[in-house]
């Protein structure tokens, strides 16, 4: 995105309040300034001298969840998630981020990601079907990777592993570093050439957003005309219904909800696949939470959970308790960053926290071929 | 440190004590923020890159009671309040002025009861109108209220400026919906409405709350009666060649005792530019469109009979799409850069009155306007959006794609045309408000709307808020 563009996004959103209700952190903070219409008028103000990045004022931009929801919201469809990105890398230019954030930053040029101090691992092989399996999904909930190469299997693709341990390059972008995010995209797209794919799979909607939006957008590089961009729920979704899918129905349990994952609303109609597969497997409906579906709150798992941890703290617990009011006792999830946060706090509601993919596996059946 | 200082740390930290330190802002990008509304007059100048007057504290109670103890910081200072919901008003409604405490309602957002039997829903003011909908869409249920500011607004700034809705014409206005409110008064007392508006109890003063914009007290709480979701919405276009027969259609509509829930119906200037810009629909008249709702076959009913006064009075019916597109995208016309927008100069000079005046007083703001300021290529349209049993609310703006790039000037110029209007629909006995209120904007009419009846209400503000701490400089009020 040319700041440009940025510029005119931020002064069409700057009196805009009309996606105010859907945004998380306005939401949970209550404050004008960290809604969208705040963001957008920070940063022009700043274009028209009326405001300066002081400390507080970049404590403010780097409150934005970088979640999409006030963009999927907007019926001009305005860029505001990637105009605030921009915003943070011409802060960043002029060496006023927060330095946790620039710390952070240092880390993924290191290591390309923001977890663990440990390499990339190399493409496994060649294949039609790739999945990129990023840094959250190894490193943070590792039982999930394992249980959706399962769930693959059994439905027969045995998918060849691409940026094992790398982050997409949604941090830093969306944190005003746009070059790292560049050169892990550039990463990954040489792994997923590397594997001959014509598919690339993702284990969750942030990463199908990434390859599929955000590396044109932000970051001007093209996905591959030739590869389809699918996600592994939507995938064994349509072997279920194919019948290519075996699924046993669980005994019952107690009261269970799905949680949308962060950036559910930038991926239309995602949300009914996970919700196939468990209306597969459980016994009863599950209960549906407030912010559900393409209204989704992320769980705090975002860039936020850098940026501002205190705030992406207060959306954990939202999360949690939008679960208790639903009279959930088990919460569902497939993404590994969303489950990650929640399971740190759960046990203070009583509540489980369960990965999708491991309870899907959980009831296999059998596997039938393509 | 100086005095002014010490006094600024001194009601600072008595804030804090009420509301804790993490719900007490003094920061300057909020403060920036928090210094506009949707009003043209301060986005326009912060557009010019004109710094505004800001609050001097942005605090977030949680309760009538910590708003209570407010009052009484703000009392023994003798400094202003500001109540802000969602900070959508257009009238400068909660533009803080001349500083003071801006009290923010909505960390206020709990719904506190939903009752299914008598259909009503209490909850705290500061609940995001579109949120509280979907929390009674959940249970079939809705607030008829269907403001185009539902996302935006508040439930406590539905009923400070006495608010209409898009569905209006059937449901009635945001204050029709109120059952009873709790409300803390400047002193600080917190009171309590009668449970049910319609009694003989004594004169119906809870009405004093509505439309007072905050200068009378916050509302903190409010029970609002509700409806089912209806069964079905039928929905569908009539087109005119003549205003006046359209006109005309809606007041028999109304008064032969059809419910429509919506009658919206767009001079040829805005079916022009507005419907075609955002609806895409390229009409050339005046372009209606008319809702039923409820039992299906009773709003199919209406539907025919209400077509049938239009096509008598020369309607022709355009069928069910262009109705329905207008309901699918009516909001779409408030995103940017649908919207109007900066640096353009615009105003919704919107009135209401009585069937007989209605025309006349439509083209009497026109020629005003238009014939005032010809050297600005100034733009008049107009639709009609909100009707009564007795009379119809006239949206009508005026736009100037140029207007002068000084401030001060385009201030100004602003204030000329709004006086041309204004003076119009005065003279031709309309309200110079339906719906979005008074704020800061028309305060100087209040006196000539009211005429004797204007000390009073002078002498009522004084006795309600002797120190004049709240939202000082609105409704006519002073400062
Ligand atoms: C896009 C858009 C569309 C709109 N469409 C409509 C519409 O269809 N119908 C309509 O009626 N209006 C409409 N408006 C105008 C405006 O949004 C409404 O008047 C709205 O109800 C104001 O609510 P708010 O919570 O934003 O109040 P604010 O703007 O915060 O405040 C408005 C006034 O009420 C006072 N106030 C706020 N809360 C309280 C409280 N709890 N107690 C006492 N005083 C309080 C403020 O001090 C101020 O004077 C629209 C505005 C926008 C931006
Ligand atoms: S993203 Fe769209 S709806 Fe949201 S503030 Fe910007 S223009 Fe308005
Ligand atoms: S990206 Fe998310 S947090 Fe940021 S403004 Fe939009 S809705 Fe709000």
Redesign the pocket.
């Known amino acids: 995105m040319s700041l440009d563009n940025a510029v005119l996004t931020t002064d069409n959103c700057r009196y805009c309040?009309?996606c105010r209700h859907v945004c998380p952190v306005g939401h949970v903070t209550r404050l004008e300034t960290l809604t969208p219409h705040g963001w957008g008028l920070l940063i022009s103000s700043v274009q028209r001298g009326l405001a300066t990045w002081t400390d507080s004022a970049v404590d403010k931009l780097y409150s934005c969840a970088d979640c999409g929801t006030c963009q999927s919201h907007c019926v001009t469809d305005q860029p505001l998630p990637a105009a605030i990105a921009e915003a943070r890398a011409d802060v960043a230019a002029a060496g006023l981020a927060p330095a946790h954030v620039v710390a952070l930053n240092q880390t993924i040029e290191r290591w390309g990601n923001p977890y663990r101090e440990q390499e990339p691992e190399a493409v496994s092989g060649t294949g039609d079907v790739a999945l990129f399996v990023g840094d959250e999904a190894l490193y943070l909930w590792p039982d999930g990777l394992q249980a959706a190469l399962s769930l693959l299997r059994a439905a027969g693709i045995d998918p060849v592993l691409i940026g094992a341990g790398r982050n997409s390059g949604y941090i830093p972008s969306s944190l005003g570093f746009p070059e790292t995010a560049r050169r892990l995209a550039a990463a990954n797209l040489a792994d997923l050439q590397a594997s001959q794919a014509t598919m690339l799979l993702t284990l969750n909607p942030g990463d199908a957003y990434v390859f599929g939006t955000l590396y044109s957008e932000r970051l001007g590089i093209d996905f591959p005309a030739n590869v389809e961009l699918k996600e592994v729920t939507a995938l064994l979704a349509e072997r279920l219904a194919a019948g290519d899918l075996k699924l046993r129905r669980g005994a019952g349990g107690p009261p269970y909800a799905y949680i949308d994952p962060a950036h559910t609303s930038r991926m239309a109609g995602r949300d009914a696949a996970p919700r196939q597969l468990l209306a597969a497997v459980m016994p009863a409906p599950g209960r549906e939470l407030f912010w559900r579906r393409e209204r989704t709150h992320p769980a705090g798992s975002t860039s936020l959970r850098f940026a501002n941890p205190m705030i992406a703290e207060h959306l954990t617990y939202a999360r949690l308790g939008d679960a208790r009011a639903a009279g959930a006792q088990v919460l569902i999830c497939e993404d590994a960053g969303t489950l990650n946060v929640l399971a740190s706090l759960a046990p203070r509601f009583g509540l489980t926290i369960q990965g999708l993919y491991e309870l899907l596996a959980e009831q296999l059946e059998g596997t039938q071929g393509n | 440190m100086n005095r002014f200082q010490f006094r600024t740390e001194m009601i600072r930290s008595e804030l804090e004590d009420i509301v804790g330190q993490h719900f007490v802002s003094v920061d300057e990008s909020d403060k920036l923020v928090y210094s506009t509304?949707?009003s043209w007059m301060p986005q326009m100048w912060l557009d010019r890159g004109q710094p505004l007057p800001t609050p001097d504290y942005i605090v977030h109670p949680e309760s009538a009671e910590q708003i209570a103890e407010i009052m009484d910081i703000a009392n023994k200072y003798r400094i202003p309040v500001?109540?802000?919901?969602?900070?959508?008003?257009?009238q400068g409604?909660?533009l803080p002025l001349f500083g003071g405490i801006l009290v923010d309602?909505k960390r206020m957002d709990k719904i506190i009861e939903i009752d299914e039997v008598s259909l009503k829903v209490t909850a705290q003011?500061?609940i995001n109108g579109e949120q509280l909908e979907w929390a009674l869409h959940e249970k079939g249920l809705m607030l008829p209220h269907y403001?185009?500011?539902s996302r935006?607004?508040?439930l406590?700034?539905?009923?400070?400026?006495r608010?209409?809705?898009?569905i209006s014409t059937k449901y009635g206005k945001?204050e029709d919906m109120v059952l009873n409110m709790q409300v803390v008064l400047p002193t600080g007392e917190i009171i309590r409405t009668a449970p049910v508006p319609q009694h003989a109890a004594g004169p119906d003063w809870p009405r004093l709350?509505l439309g007072?914009?905050?200068t009378f007290?916050?509302?903190?709480e409010a029970t609002m009666q509700l409806d089912y979701l209806p069964e079905a919405r039928l929905l569908r276009a009539v087109l005119f060649d003549d205003l006046s027969k359209a006109l005309e259609a809606g007041r028999r509509i109304m008064t032969r005792r059809l419910h429509p829930f919506v009658i919206r119906l767009y001079d040829p200037e805005s079916t022009r530019s507005q419907v075609k810009k955002v609806l895409g629909l390229d009409y050339e008249g005046a372009y209606m469109v008319m809702g039923f709702d409820g039992d299906p076959d009773i709003a199919a009913l209406e539907e025919q009979k209400a077509l049938a006064i239009c096509t008598e009075l020369g309607g022709q019916d355009v069928g069910r799409e262009p109705g329905e597109t207008w309901w699918e995208h009516r909001y779409d016309f408030?995103y940017p850069p649908l919207s109007l927008h900066l640096p353009w100069m615009y105003g919704t000079t919107e009135t209401v009155t009585t069937y007989d005046k209605i025309e006349p007083l439509y083209w009497a703001v026109k020629r005003a306007v238009e014939e005032g300021f010809p050297q600005w290529n100034i733009r008049f349209i107009a639709h009609f959006s909100h009707w009564f049993h007795w009379g119809v609310m006239c949206y009508s703006r005026f736009i100037i794609e140029e207007p002068p790039a000084d401030a001060q000037e385009a201030l100004q110029l602003h204030n000329r045309v709004w006086q041309a209007a204004m003076q119009a629909v005065i003279d031709n006995g309309g309200m110079i408000n339906e719906?979005?209120?008074i704020?800061v904007k028309l305060g100087r009419y209040m006196r000539q709307q009211y005429g004797d009846a204007w000390p009073f209400m002078l002498r009522l503000k004084k006795m309600i808020d002797p120190n004049g701490i709240m939202?000082p400089g609105?409704v006519g009020f002073g400062f």
């Open positions: 309040l009309m | 509304d949707w500001v109540p802000w919901g969602g900070g959508s008003g257009t409604g909660a309602t003011a500061g403001a185009a500011a935006c607004a508040t406590g700034g539905y009923l400070a400026p608010g209409t809705g898009t945001a709350f007072a914009e905050g007290g916050i509302i903190t408030y719906h979005h209120g704020g939202n609105k």
